[in-house]
């Protein structure tokens, strides 16, 4: 299932024909080329990526677009930042594609649980700008490049630069950047409404060095905040993005926001007390059955190679004196379905057909 009205191609190509009256005029041709072509590249693929997944993310057109128009920005702007670093071009490509992917995983889980705004974008920059330096820090630790090239890489802020621009001399190019993306947006989407910011939100920390004080504005007990936070460690841990989504399906929107944005913060593992989470984990894993429950895709995987080394008329043969939800189940699975039916009887009746195989 696709996404109605969203236009990704058109969108993001307008996006780069915006960026390319940006770039810094000192810039060579091959430099211009390069942020307008990194800024096309990755709003495309974004763009796809969701237009084509709105069965599983089940995003709006409206989202979709400012997601892609988030990578779009922050590629414009790291890129920027790459080539006035002086780091070797070969290494260019690599970073952008950390960055890029930061962007669209904290995206994508951060408005499906509805964040503010305001919250999701400072979650964003955190961690752009982290991974910036981390992949900077990596270079230097490879020898592909020296400690004086690491620093001044590091201290590279195109968006910094034009946000202070816009302080001292009311430039206005990155208010116009968003006010035409914004446009191209309405263009293709007549009806959209324009994203409110949430005045009553609760900010997130640009350091989120985080004591164990809540500090996401909400109310909480400690031992409920510790709780959500030793969710956040298990759910890091977590690589299957479906998983983790259906364990915090299982929370309300709140809580559901508190347990990303610790997720997503750093060295929480120092701030609290080993003993304390493992108990918690022990209550946890009570409450949460589905934390531990088997990823549903993987059981449909399962039982289609069965049946694609057996054949489906073995298979037919094989269970007709199973009960109806099984066969069912079985026969949905091979369509790429996943019948209703609790995950660990699923999981045993994958592992039934893998031993009859």
């Known amino acids: 299932m696709t996404i109605k009205d969203f236009d990704y191609k058109g969108f993001a190509e307008n996006l780069a024909s915006q960026a390319a009256e940006?770039?810094?005029?000192?810039?060579?041709?091959?430099?211009?080329?390069?942020?307008?072509?990194?800024?096309?590249?990755?709003s495309m693929l974004a763009g796809e990526a969701l237009y084509q997944d709105q069965k599983?993310?089940?995003?709006?057109?409206?989202q979709a677009s400012m997601i892609t128009q988030i990578i779009a920005e922050w590629a414009f702007h790291k890129s920027v930042d790459l080539i006035k670093s002086g780091i070797p071009q070969q290494f260019w490509d690599p970073i952008m594609q950390k960055i890029a992917f930061t962007i669209f995983e904290i995206a994508k889980q951060t408005f499906k649980q509805g964040l503010p705004q305001d919250q999701i974008l400072q979650l964003i920059e955190h961690h752009v700008k982290k991974?910036?330096?981390?992949?900077?820090?990596?270079?230097?630790?490879?020898?592909?490049?020296d400690e004086g090239l690491m620093e001044k890489a590091a201290s590279q802020s195109n968006i910094d630069a034009v946000m202070q621009q816009m302080e001292n001399s009311?430039?206005?190019?990155?208010?116009?950047?968003?006010?035409?993306?914004?446009?191209?947006?309405?263009?293709?989407?007549?009806?959209?409404?324009?994203?409110?910011?949430?005045?009553?939100?609760?900010?997130?920390?640009?350091?989120?060095q985080i004591n164990i004080v809540n500090k996401t504005g909400i109310?909480?007990?400690?031992?409920?905040?510790?709780?959500?936070?030793?969710?956040?460690?298990?759910?890091?841990?977590?690589e299957d993005e479906d998983q983790v989504q259906e364990i915090l399906e299982c929370f309300d929107q709140t809580d559901a926001g508190t347990v990303i944005r610790y997720m997503y913060a750093d060295d929480v593992e120092r701030e609290i007390n080993p003993n304390a989470t493992m108990k918690l984990l022990e209550e946890i894993?009570?409450?949460?059955?589905?934390?531990?429950?088997?990823?549903?895709?993987?059981?449909?995987?399962?039982?289609?190679?069965?049946?694609?080394?057996?054949?489906k008329n073995t298979m037919e043969r094989k269970l007709q004196l199973e009960r109806h939800k099984v066969r069912q189940f079985v026969f949905n699975a091979i369509?790429?379905?996943?019948?209703?039916?609790?995950?660990?009887?699923?999981n045993i009746i994958a592992q039934y057909l893998e031993s009859i195989v």
């Open 335 to 346: 369509e790429g379905e996943y019948y209703k039916m609790p995950p660990k009887i699923a």
């Open 285 to 311: 894993a009570k409450d949460l059955p589905e934390a531990t429950e088997v990823n549903k895709k993987k059981v449909i995987e399962t039982i289609k190679e069965v049946v694609t080394t057996v054949g």
């Open 56 to 62: 599983n993310l089940g995003f709006t057109a409206d």
């Open 219 to 238: 109310k909480y007990e400690p031992p409920k905040l510790l709780k959500l936070v030793t969710v956040a460690l298990l759910l890091k841990r977590i």
């Open 170 to 208: 009311g430039e206005i190019q990155a208010e116009q950047m968003q006010a035409q993306a914004q446009a191209a947006m309405q263009q293709q989407n007549p009806n959209m409404q324009a994203p409110v910011p949430q005045q009553n939100a609760a900010p997130v920390p640009q350091q989120e």
């Open 131 to 145: 991974t910036y330096l981390d992949s900077i820090a990596e270079l230097k630790e490879k020898g592909a490049i």
């Open 22 to 42: 940006l770039v810094p005029a000192e810039f060579n041709e091959n430099d211009k080329n390069y942020v307008t072509n990194t800024l096309l590249n990755f």
